[in-house]
């Protein structure tokens, strides 16, 4: 189901992290699944389209030719608020590239959004003896509200991958927190300081659950070292490249597919 959502007021969290809240009328039906992930497709006409505002993203696949069609990208819920009908987007911001971003970073109040969903997957297990999250600003969204739902003081590790203190954002839980950021320095290493991170972590006892989600050969690394050297379950385990770097948004979507297969064969 598609609706048409209205930006109420937007709001840079970091110099890369902008916040869009979005509600209206077009909102009406909207419901939230318990998944802490729970995410979003928007579409956004491309330039020089014929049509905006208010559409039907699959009207417009059918009577439009495909340079025309709505470009669509997936975004974490940050938060729903059934009571004020608000939805909560946070969205990173690379410059002018992409689509998503530059959206979100011109988005001001009255502008419409056309979205379809939610859907979603994951959500802290209230059995589990403790909880891993692990990711990157394309994963802060899922993590950050991921972080609310943990049962009170469980134990809940997260590591965190930014390009400096001022892109760090206040994270809270009921449950007992060990958070470290960590920096990128522009350097080739920057690739492994995430890895690197969950490799030094001593685990506590008992079984965890993980949310491991963020750029591409990062998470695939540290889901092959929590499968094989960790001895995780599949199942104890939420994880998803979002990203892959030195590629374009569209270029990633084009084989990330494949690639998520090529991950499931990196641990028998």
């Not at 969290?13 to 699944?33: I, K, N, Q």
């Not at 006409?45 to 340079?67: M, S």
């Not at 991170?197 to 506590?204: G, I, K, S, T, Y």
Request: glycine share 10%; with cysteine; proline share 8%.
């Amino acid at each position: 189901m598609s609706y048409c959502a209205e930006v109420l007021r937007s709001e840079w969290l970091t110099p890369l992290l902008v916040r869009v809240e979005l509600g209206g009328p077009g909102l009406d039906g909207f419901a939230m699944p318990t998944d802490t992930d729970a995410y979003v497709n928007v579409a956004i006409p491309p330039t020089g389209a014929d049509y905006g505002g208010r559409f039907d993203p699959g009207a417009v696949r059918e009577q439009r030719p495909r340079e025309l069609w709505p470009v669509r990208r997936r975004y974490t819920v940050r938060r729903w608020d059934p009571a004020t009908g608000r939805l909560t987007l946070d969205v990173v911001v690379h410059g002018d590239d992409g689509v998503g971003g530059p959206w979100a970073a011109t988005a001001r109040p009255g502008d419409l959004l056309v979205l379809e969903g939610p859907g979603g997957g994951y959500r802290p297990d209230p059995s589990a003896d403790w909880h891993l999250m692990v990711g990157d600003e394309s994963a802060l969204p899922a993590i950050a509200a991921s972080l609310e739902a943990v049962p009170a003081a469980a134990p809940v590790t997260v590591r965190l991958l930014c390009d400096g203190p001022d892109h760090e954002v206040t994270l809270t839980s009921p449950g007992s927190l060990d958070l470290l950021w960590l920096h990128r320095t522009g350097e080739e290493t920057d690739a492994d300081l995430l890895p690197a991170a969950v490799r030094e972590l001593v685990f506590p006892a008992g079984r965890v659950h993980a949310f491991v989600h963020g750029e591409a050969d990062e998470i695939r690394a540290i889901r092959r070292h929590l499968l094989a050297e960790r001895g995780l379950r599949r199942s104890d385990m939420s994880c998803s490249p979002y990203w892959r770097r030195t590629m374009t948004d569209e270029a990633w979507r084009q084989m990330k597919k494949e690639y998520v297969a090529a991950m499931e064969t990196d641990v028998a």
